[in-house]
């Protein structure tokens, strides 16, 4: 089982960037997928979580109407659409799978950089 991350990078405030993740080895339809990030000294945030039961996504506050998480069963891939990006959103993103639809992921990307800075 994998998740790849697609490569983040350095964006200026108020900017835009998209981040995919792909999965092989597991059928993504029957998992419910998130998005976390852990930034400097902090700990790991679950930003967006979206079911597999009924396709909804949840959001963290601090990310609620900037952040859009999407998935493509078809491509086992999901993705988040980061927009309005401020310097607090700076941490490294994980992708994460999860059988169950509480509690721990099962499987993990091996996380991305983003940083934003001007």
């Known amino acids: 089982v994998q998740l790849q991350a697609s490569r983040g990078g350095l964006v200026q405030p108020g900017g835009s960037l998209r981040l995919s993740c792909v999965g092989s080895g597991f059928d993504m339809e029957y998992y419910d997928m998130g998005w976390l990030r852990q930034a400097p000294g902090k700990e790991r945030e679950v930003i967006s979580c979206?079911?597999?039961?009924?396709?909804?996504?949840n959001y963290a506050n601090s990310v609620k109407g900037r952040f859009t998480m999407s998935r493509d069963n078809a491509k086992n891939t999901v993705y988040l659409q980061m927009n309005s990006l401020r310097p607090e959103d700076t941490a490294v993103y994980y992708c994460?799978?999860?059988?169950?639809?509480?509690?721990?992921?099962?499987?993990w990307g091996q996380g991305t950089q983003v940083t934003v800075s001007s």
């Open positions: 994460a799978a999860r059988r169950a639809s509480i509690g721990q992921y099962d499987y």
């Open positions: 979206n079911s597999k039961n009924d396709g909804m996504t």
